[in-house]
């Protein structure tokens, strides 16, 4: 994921664990914080993401992620190398087969429109590390 984001431009960091996000982008208005979710097959003519954290054999089970969780989901197709950017805070997201060519033929634009959707620019913060 971290290298996906590279290659289309964007300045990345990986999240500590235990935390609800699981990537940081620093824009000029904020940090994005990205929950990642990946998938690598479609059912019934859909790939399908489950925005749940925890683990089924935890004693604790798994649970929904609350709105202030994240600010947004990468939803990452393994096979296609595909991921596709949502600032749509769902208890799951389906996207369709058919969907699929117009997010591979603009890779940048479903990252734009999440931006977008949290009134943010598609601008990154000029990040210089310390010495």
């Known amino acids: 994921m971290l290298s996906k984001l590279t290659r289309l431009g964007e300045t990345v960091f990986q999240a500590g664990d235990g935390l609800p996000y699981d990537v940081l982008m620093p824009r000029l208005e904020m940090t994005v914080r990205v929950q990642v979710k990946t998938t690598t097959s479609p059912q019934n003519g859909f790939y399908r993401f489950e925005m749940r954290k925890g683990y089924r054999n935890?004693?604790?089970?798994?649970?929904?992620?609350?709105?202030?969780?994240?600010?947004?989901?990468?939803l990452v197709i393994l096979p296609l190398d595909l991921v596709i950017f949502t600032a749509r805070k769902l208890a799951s997201h389906r996207i369709a087969l058919h969907?699929?060519?117009?997010?591979?033929?603009?890779?940048?634009?479903?990252?734009?429109?999440a931006f977008?959707?949290?009134g943010l620019s598609h601008e990154a913060c000029a990040f210089t590390p310390a010495h």
């Open 99 to 113: 969907q699929i060519a117009a997010f591979q033929v603009a890779p940048r634009q479903s990252l734009h429109a």
């Open 58 to 74: 935890n004693p604790q089970g798994t649970r929904l992620y609350r709105p202030e969780d994240y600010d947004i989901a990468a």
């Open 116 to 118: 977008s959707a949290l």
